[in-house]
Nanobody, 116 residues
Framework: QVQLVEFGGGLVQAGGSLRLSCTAS??????????MAWYRQPPGKRRELVAD???????NYADSVKDRFTISRDNAKNMMYLQMNSLKPEDTAVYYC????????WGRGTQVTVSS
């Protein structure tokens, strides 16, 4: 099935922006037909859903990131993105790209650190 690799994380000051990317290997058809999601795991806390997007582009966001983050996808490129604006120290976490159909699979994630 699909294998996912996240990249684009880094260190940024509060108020800044980062754009995360997720590249999917494997079946183009499976990717295009599947809902996708971004999760994150802050230090010392459990993993939480940040945003998700359906195969046709319908989006949903956690209240904590609504109006600041934007999830998007490009099915032709097997890519998913998370544009993060107005970053806060509370956004510091490891961010994971997720394809829900592979419930047992998690990649390495990408670290986002927001300094005050």
């Amino acid at each position: 099935q699909v294998q996912l690799v996240e990249f684009g994380g880094g260190l940024v000051q509060a108020g800044g922006s980062l754009r995360l990317s997720c590249t999917a290997s494997g079946s183009r058809i499976l990717f295009a037909m599947s809902a996708m999601a971004w999760y994150r795991q802050p230090p010392g806390k459990r993993r939480e859903l940040v945003a998700d997007i359906t195969s046709d582009g319908t989006t949903n966001y956690a209240d904590s990131v609504k109006d600041r983050f934007t999830i998007s996808r490009d099915n032709a490129k097997n890519m998913m993105y998370l544009q993060m604006n107005s970053l806060k120290p509370e956004d510091t976490a490891v961010y994971y790209c997720k394809i829900p159909i592979r419930s047992d699979y998690w990649g390495r994630g990408t670290q986002v650190t927001v300094s005050s």
